[in-house]
């Protein structure tokens, strides 16, 4: 795989050199602003609240790619190559980046959203759960980190950086204002989440929810439950209670349909946790989270 890419990206590079070439400082030169890549759509939402006009801002994953099982295209190398900035989420997260890594040339500034965070323990990461987005408190670190990647990348642009990110820190703060109040609606023991992997335990921890069960003790899309775990899921949810069950819009509902039957929870299939969406209802990091809490608090009120 390392050779295909290798071999592919010179004959990439007979390409005009304004295509491919190291693109920091000749773009800085033309007034084109740095090339800035994140690794997901809601990494790329949050960088460009704080870099505005100065920078372009693309995500290596497209709308709706489910990260666990991505596939690295020639592309993805090419971008890596040509940009300036890479904004990474870490805590394993992003296994596909190493591939694409090992195989980009040039140099580039990499910022890790999750420096200074401290992780919650998880099964399904060694590094620890890095579900830290869907916690907004939280993201107010990752804004903090880009912020400083960003003036370190590009000293003059310093006041507009700062001033964008406290900006998009005062929204981040009136956003978790709100999903409190949502919160508030559902009686506290019907606070309760089964979820079909580790992913909604920051957010359980901020609002108050028990995480009743995790259906599958594998991170991977392509991952299937034992008939002990499945029993073990329906014994959970019987005994709490649990009125629905949360999967993502990436993952399967087929064994959370079959859990269902048996115990008579809702499946709940559309949470946009991993992608932001190509318009509504889930454009930006915001909507994205109102829009799950929405279905969250509608679901077990």
């Not at 295909?4 to 693109?23: D, E, H, K």
């Not at 591939?99 to 401290?118: H, M, P």
């Not at 995790?214 to 073990?232: G, M, V």
Request: a negative charge.
């Amino acid at each position: 795989m390392k050779k295909f890419f290798r071999i592919l990206l010179l004959l990439l590079m007979t390409i005009p050199p304004l295509l491919l070439t190291s693109c920091g400082p000749r773009l800085r030169e033309a007034g084109g602003g740095l090339r800035v890549l994140a690794t997901t759509t809601f990494l790329a939402d949050m960088t460009r609240n704080v870099v505005g006009d100065r920078a372009q801002v693309e995500s290596i994953l497209p709308v709706g790619a489910d990260p666990h099982a991505y596939q690295v295209t020639p592309t993805d190398v090419a971008k890596v190559s040509e940009s300036d900035v890479l904004i990474q989420n870490g805590l394993e997260y992003e296994h596909f980046l190493e591939t694409i890594l090992e195989n980009a040339d040039g140099e580039r500034i990499v910022i890790t959203a999750t420096d200074g965070l401290t992780p919650r323990e998880a099964d399904e990461h060694g590094a620890g759960d890095p579900h830290m987005w869907l916690d907004p408190t939280l993201v107010i670190a990752y804004v903090e980190n880009i912020r400083a990647g960003m003036i370190q990348a590009d000293p003059a642009g310093e006041a507009t950086y700062r001033a964008n990110a406290d900006a998009y820190i005062a929204q981040l703060k009136d956003l978790d204002a709100w999903i409190r109040a949502q919160v508030e609606s559902i009686p506290a023991e019907r606070r309760l989440l089964v979820t079909n992997h580790e992913s909604l335990g920051y957010f359980a921890e901020r609002y108050g929810f028990a995480i009743v069960e995790t259906i599958l003790t594998s991170f991977s899309s392509d991952a299937s439950a034992s008939a002990k775990e499945i029993a073990a899921a329906v014994d959970a949810i019987k005994t709490s209670g649990a009125p629905a069950i949360f999967l993502g819009d990436v993952e399967s509902a087929t064994l959370a349909n079959q859990i269902a039957s048996e115990t008579g929870a809702k499946v709940i299939a559309d949470l946009h946790l991993e992608s932001l969406t190509d318009g509504a209802p889930a454009a930006t990091y915001i909507e994205m989270m109102k829009y799950n809490v929405s279905l969250i608090v509608e679901a077990l009120k």
